[in-house]
């Protein structure tokens, strides 16, 4: 069970890999991984064309209605047309909007990681597909500096953090524009605080979390 203020600790690991015993590191690790992931989905799967990351299809998406460029499949379409479509304009809660039509009500509450979105595009359309994908590679990378620090102050190499990045699940996220990885950059988050006796800050993470995914 985690304490409520747990201290720091050094680590145990070896001296040999002391330069590599940084939280930092980890989280540069997590950084390259997934930039060389995304190169690899974007030229080789998605054929240079980012917007193929919201796999938006029929029959949520409209072709002749949704923003230019923004490729439709005819089918296989996934929840990141969703994240996009709340990444437009948060603040627009119609059922159809930007020719995307929700398919439940439950879209509208994870509304954490599309405003993050629409924050980094500066609430421009055609920079929404880039700064989804911004978005949950720094969330990504936040991952790995966190567990890096969790790992410290549970007496562990830093490095220990990457399996928390590790989680396959998250690089089907990154490619598909989904809400995991920021939801568990702020459970991450949340823990760190209660560890170290910030209750309010804890509260904020575990409340953004819950409000990007439910299940936080």
Do not use: K
Not at 55 to 74: C, E, I, N
Not at 161 to 178: E, K, P, V
């Amino acid at each position: 069970m985690l304490s409520a203020a747990a201290p720091a600790r050094a680590s145990t690991g070896r001296p040999g890999l002391a330069w590599a015993d940084r939280a930092a590191i980890a989280g540069l690790i997590v950084l390259a991984s997934s930039l060389s992931f995304l190169a690899l989905r974007l030229w080789v799967a998605a054929g240079g064309n980012i917007t193929e990351f919201v796999r938006a299809a029929w029959p949520y998406s409209d072709r002749a209605h949704v923003p230019p460029g923004l490729v439709v499949f005819t089918t296989d379409g996934y929840d990141g047309q969703f994240y996009y479509r709340l990444a437009l304009d948060p603040a627009d809660l119609r059922h159809t909007a930007f020719g995307i039509t929700m398919d439940a009500p439950f879209r509208f509450q994870r509304i954490g990681y599309p405003a993050l979105a629409w924050l980094v595009s500066l609430g421009r359309h055609s920079w929404v597909p880039v700064a989804l994908v911004v978005v949950n590679g720094a969330a990504l990378t936040a991952i790995g500096v966190l567990g890096g620090i969790l790992a410290r102050e549970s007496g562990r190499q830093a490095l220990w953090g990457l399996l928390l990045a590790g989680y396959f699940g998250f690089f089907i996220s990154l490619g598909c524009d989904l809400t995991e990885p920021v939801a568990a950059a702020c459970l991450l988050g949340g823990v760190l605080a209660v560890r170290r006796g910030r209750p309010a800050i804890a509260g904020l993470m575990f409340a953004y979390g819950a409000l990007t995914r439910e299940p936080s």
